[in-house]
């Protein structure tokens, strides 16, 4: 009944630990821990986006699975319960490239589970994301399911909006015949993250303080609206491999490059919110609700201007619901292990574009 989820997206800001019970009718979060990933590691695991060589991908894969392990551990102690009581630890591993529009499409995620179930003598399932690859889909994003488990309703259509690294939605039409459907937005808070370090050195904006003092560039924002995957239709996904550094340099570069730093960091806020608000307005015409999960939900600046943004609709988050919201991503992946284990379907191939569901993740037992 018991289940641990473990997640470390691609902000790389900690690795999110969540001890979740399913009951029949109910689910709910026990303990929800996050284990902050110490500075270098954080920068190792981001320099290995790029060419970097296998040495190091592998590496990681055995620094990341041990560090797994441990916040499973941790969080077993800290909810003061036995490992007996866990039935299984679902880990999504940490992406280090996500290229699932390409010759060989391709995820992978690292973070060994073979140390995990050794160290924890949990069964773990991992590798969530490559068999909806492999049946044709993008591999992500996977949380729409979790979120259609959770919260579809119906009497009205939701939205619910994830806002990690990068920013995906998930659309719960109130009619039950119509499927589920959501797709990544585009970037979070990831090129906040990138922007704000490079100029300040820290790790976020907090409350887009920053980015608050700064000039929206309207030239700058709209070369970034031109990029083509914002247009793209559905299913679609990203990732760092794509939203990074260099995109916003390339962009800069053809705006002519003498834009403040801060009104850049003001743009690129907006960016995010433009993106959310066209998304929900193509594809979700109709929502009065949206329901906001992921880092970005305590940014309370962001909040307030997506609240402008959307006009009438009514935005809340899922503390609202009882569940706090940086805690839905390892929850889902809680929930996908069990998925696992019970030899059900985990994908949404009106999400992925995958070919038929299919089985998510591999088990690893010691
Ligand atoms: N108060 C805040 N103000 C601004 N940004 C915040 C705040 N709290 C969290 N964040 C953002 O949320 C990010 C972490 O979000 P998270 O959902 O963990 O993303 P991921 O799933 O990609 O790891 C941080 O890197 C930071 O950018
Ligand atoms: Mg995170």
Redesign the pocket.
Known sequence: MLYIGL????????V?AALVQFNQNSTQLLAYE?YPLDPGIRRGVRNLSGASSINEVCRYDAILGNLFAEAALNLIQKAGITPDSITAIGSHGQTVLHLPVHDYPVTIQIGDPNIIAYKTGKTTVADFRRMDIAAGGQGAPLAPAFHEYLFRDNQRQYVIL?????ANITVLPAQPDIPASGFDTGP???L??DW?HLHNGT???????WASGGTVDQALLKQFMADPYFDADPPKSTGRDYFNLAWIRSQIGREGGNIESRDVMATLLNLTINNIVTAIGRHAPDTQTVIV??????????LAQLKLALGGRQIITTADKGYN??AI?AMTFAWLAKRRLDLKRGNLPTVTGAGKEVILGAVYQS
């Open positions: 997640m470390s997206g691609t902000s790389m800001d900690a999110d996050e994830n806002i990690g690294g990068i979070g808070n990831g906040l993250d704000n790790d976020m904006d907090k409350d887009s303080a999960c992921g880092g970005g939900a305590r940014n309370r600046v962001l919201p940086d991503e």
